[in-house]
C-alpha cells in the first residue's frame, strides 16, 4: 500500500494525542482553508471549544490551539485555518491531503459555549478572519437555537473572498438535519474593510456609528435582551469588548455566567 506522506510517522505519536486521519481539505484563498478529520469515539466537546492541533512529523510536534468548527454532534471534526507564511505548524499544516495523519491533544476547553452566557432573547456573534470558526460550530447545534430566539453574527475580513466559509455555513443551514429548521433565526452580516463590497467598515465601527443596528431596523443591545460572544484578533477583542461594556453587558466565564464571551482567534 502507498503511504501519502503524514499517514507513517516514523516518530513515537506524543502521549495524550489522538492520531486522526484527514478526509477532507478546501482551500478559499492563499490565506485561508478548511478541512475535516476522524473523530475519536470518546472525543467529547462543547459547541464552540477549541483544542491542540500539531503534525506528526517531528519528535516534539508544534501544537495550536484550533476552535473546532464542526457541533458536537458531528461524527468527524472540522477546522478552519490560516496558512501564515513560515508559521511553524501552518506552513507544513496547509499542505495535508486527504489520507494524512493529524494530531489533537485529548481535551478541550474554551469560553464560547452557551453554558457561559446568561439566558437572554437575542445572541450576537462578533467575528473578524478565522474568529468565525467557533462560530460555525456553534450555529450548527440546535442547543444554540433553544436558547436564542434570534441570532445575529458579524463576520469582517479585509477582502470578499475571505467571506466565503460564513456564507457557506451560514447557506447550508437550510440543510442541516438538526438545525435545517431554525435557519430562519440566523442573520449573517458579511463586512470587507479593504475591497469594495456591499457592507464596508470595522464591526467596531458600525456598533459605534449605530448603522449596524439601523441597517437592520432594530434597536441597540441592551443587557435585557442581549448576549454576545467575541473571537478575532487581541485587538477586535479589546475594542469589541469595550463597546459591548458601554451597552451594558458584562464579561462572563464557564464559572461565572454573565452577559458576553471573548476568545482570541488563535493562530496568526
Ligand atoms: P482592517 O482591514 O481595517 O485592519 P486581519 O486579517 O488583520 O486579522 O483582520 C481581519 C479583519 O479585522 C479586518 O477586516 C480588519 O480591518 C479587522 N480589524 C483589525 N483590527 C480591528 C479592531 N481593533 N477592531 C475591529 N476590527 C479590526
Redesign the pocket.
Known amino acids: 500500500m502507498i503511504k501519502t506522506n503524514t499517514s507513517v510517522s516514523k516518530y513515537p505519536q506524543p502521549a495524550g494525542t489522538h492520531v486522526e486521519t484527514v478526509t477532507d481539505v478546501e482551500h478559499y484563498t492563499d490565506r485561508l482553508f478548511r478541512f475535516r478529520i476522524t473523530r475519536p469515539p470518546t472525543f467529547r466537546f462543547r459547541s464552540g471549544e477549541f483544542v491542540m492541533i500539531g503534525l506528526p512529523n517531528a519528535e516534539k510536534p508544534v501544537f495550536r490551539a484550533y476552535s473546532i468548527a464542526s457541533p458536537s454532534w458531528d461524527e468527524e471534526l472540522e477546522f478552519y485555518s490560516i496558512k501564515v507564511p513560515g508559521g511553524p505548524l501552518t506552513e507544513h499544516l496547509q499542505k495535508i491531503v486527504k489520507g494524512d495523519s493529524v494530531l489533537m491533544r485529548q481535551k478541550s476547553t474554551g469560553t464560547l459555549v452557551n453554558d457561559a452566557l446568561l439566558p437572554g432573547k437575542r445572541l450576537w456573534m462578533f467575528s473578524?478572519?478565522t474568529g468565525f470558526a467557533p462560530f460555525a460550530s456553534l450555529v450548527r447545534d440546535p442547543e444554540t437555537f433553544e436558547k436564542f430566539e434570534k441570532i445575529f453574527i458579524t463576520h469582517?475580513?479585509?477582502d470578499v473572498d475571505e467571506l466565503v466559509y460564513s456564507k457557506q455555513v451560514c447557506g447550508n443551514l437550510i440543510n442541516d438535519p438538526l438545525c435545517g429548521e431554525f435557519a430562519d433565526k440566523i442573520q449573517l452580516i458579511q463586512t470587507?474593510?479593504?475591497q469594495k463590497f456591499t457592507k464596508m467598515g470595522?464591526?467596531?465601527e458600525l456598533l459605534s456609528s449605530g448603522n449596524l443596528f439601523s441597517d437592520l431596523g432594530i434597536g441597540k443591545i441592551t443587557p435585557g435582551v442581549d448576549r454576545g460572544m467575541i473571537c478575532?484578533?487581541a485587538?477586535?477583542i479589546?475594542?469589541?469588548k469595550t463597546l459591548l461594556e458601554s451597552f451594558g453587558l458584562k464579561e462572563g466565564s464557564n464559572s461565572k455566567p454573565n452577559t458576553f464571551v471573548v476568545e482570541k482567534a488563535f493562530v496568526?
Open positions: 473578524t478572519g469582517t475580513c479585509r470587507t474593510t479593504r470595522r464591526i467596531t478575532g484578533s485587538n477586535m479589546n475594542d469589541t496568526d
